[in-house]
């Protein structure tokens, strides 16, 4: 179940108004609604059976663009129980995480139920996304929130309310999503539930829980060495031949941590590093010989 995503508005439809200032009104059209605003009223009926991109005039001579929202502009004003996973970064889950369509995912930390709209767009029909999510208030809000952008219950979602490793009853699973304060208490459980060459994804907001939260998963000996970015996204002002960077930007919001589960009984190779300069190596343990490049041990 879910919106139409093209053609003409009908009544049920939600309807994104942005006035000259760019600010931005979520309407459900309704056959007898109106629009209020300060800038004058606009009804419903005006909207319904009009093509998206259309503009309309409120009573007080202002005008609006219609168009259906996007769903990332969605969850940046969705009623929230828990801040949401900003688009750039759940985009960059859906595909630094590869999460396909058909695909068998779980979610640990549901908050206001903003990256489980995308991931429910990314499964498609054949896929199936199970959350779960210790607070019942969080659970609450995201059912609403994300029942509302579909238009309705989806089948392919099941939403448990209960703590991850308790409740996690699942296996063979494709993807594993945590978003929660201490996901490295996690990263057995999902080591259990993984299929191999399945991908575990970790958003934490601080640097001491993105450390040990790549530790744990190379110490655990059941995945691939960590991955570990950010991103930052700057909009820039192009007028003409005026191009500059926005005074504002979007900053850190997270990190992510990516990995991908080895199979049963494989352990991955030691990952060879070179010494970091100034470190002193034991002269016990330089055996090798010049020309081994990883042997290296000269500060220049």
Same mark, same amino acid.
């Given at each position: 179940?879910?919106?139409?995503?093209?053609?003409?508005?009908?009544?049920?439809?939600?309807?994104?108004?942005?006035?000259?200032?760019?600010?931005?009104?979520?309407?459900?059209?309704?056959?007898?609604?109106?629009?209020?605003?300060?800038?004058?009223?606009?009804?419903?009926?005006?909207?319904?059976?009009?093509?998206?991109?259309?503009?309309?005039?409120?009573?007080?001579?202002?005008?609006?663009?219609?168009?259906?929202?996007?769903?990332?502009?969605?969850?940046?004003?969705?009623?929230?129980?828990?801040?949401?996973?900003?688009?750039?970064?759940?985009?960059?889950?859906?595909?630094?995480?590869?999460?396909?369509?058909?695909?068998?995912?779980?979610?640990?930390?549901?908050?206001?139920?903003?990256? =489980?709209? /995308? #991931?429910?767009? !990314?499964?498609?029909?054949?896929?199936? %996304? +199970?959350?779960?999510? *210790? $607070?019942?208030?969080? @659970?609450?809000?995201?059912?609403?929130?994300?029942?509302?952008?579909?238009?309705?219950?989806?089948?392919?979602?099941?939403?448990?309310?209960?703590?991850?490793?308790?409740?996690?009853?699942?296996?063979?699973?494709?993807?594993?999503?945590?978003?929660?304060?201490?996901?490295?208490?996690?990263?057995?459980?999902?080591?259990?539930?993984?299929?191999?060459?399945?991908?575990?994804?970790?958003?934490?907001?601080?640097?001491?829980?993105?450390?040990?939260?790549?530790?744990?998963?190379?110490?655990?000996?059941?995945?691939?060495?960590?991955?570990?970015?950010?991103?930052?996204?700057?909009?820039?002002?192009?007028?003409?031949?005026?191009?500059?960077?926005?005074?504002?930007?979007?900053?850190? =919001?997270? /990190? #992510?941590?990516? !990995?991908?589960?080895?199979?049963?009984? %494989? +352990?991955?190779?030691? *990952? $060879?590093?070179?010494? @970091?300069?100034?470190?002193?190596?034991?002269?016990?343990?330089?055996?090798?010989?010049?020309?081994?490049?990883?042997?290296?041990?000269?500060?220049?």
């Amino acid at each position: 179940m879910g919106f139409r995503r093209h053609g003409p508005f009908q009544a049920g439809d939600q309807v994104q108004l942005t006035d000259p200032k760019n600010k931005r009104h979520t309407v459900t059209l309704k056959e007898d609604g109106v629009f209020h605003t300060h800038k004058g009223g606009i009804p419903h009926c005006e909207l319904i059976g009009q093509p998206e991109g259309s503009v309309v005039r409120s009573s007080g001579g202002t005008q609006y663009l219609a168009f259906r929202h996007l769903l990332s502009d969605y969850t940046l004003s969705m009623p929230r129980g828990a801040a949401v996973i900003y688009p750039k970064d759940s985009a960059q889950i859906v595909g630094m995480a590869d999460i396909f369509p058909g695909a068998r995912v779980v979610e640990a930390g549901v908050g206001s139920g903003a990256l =489980t709209c /995308f #991931l429910l767009r !990314a499964v498609g029909s054949e896929g199936t %996304v +199970t959350s779960y999510e *210790r $607070r019942e208030d969080f @659970a609450e809000v995201a059912t609403k929130n994300v029942e509302k952008f579909y238009g309705g219950p989806m089948d392919q979602w099941r939403l448990v309310v209960g703590d991850f490793v308790e409740s996690l009853d699942e296996s063979d699973v494709d993807r594993i999503i945590l978003d929660m304060l201490a996901p490295w208490e996690c990263v057995d459980a999902a080591s259990k539930a993984l299929t191999p060459g399945g991908v575990i994804c970790c958003y934490v907001a601080t640097t001491t829980q993105l450390s040990r939260t790549v530790e744990t998963l190379r110490e655990h000996g059941s995945f691939t060495e960590p991955h570990a970015w950010e991103t930052l996204v700057r909009d820039w002002h192009v007028e003409g031949l005026a191009v500059r960077p926005d005074h504002r930007m979007v900053g850190h =919001t997270g /990190f #992510l941590v990516t !990995a991908r589960r080895m199979a049963d009984g %494989v +352990t991955p190779p030691p *990952r $060879r590093r070179r010494p @970091a300069k100034g470190v002193q190596v034991e002269e016990s343990t330089s055996t090798s010989t010049p020309h081994d490049d990883d042997s290296a041990t000269t500060v220049r």
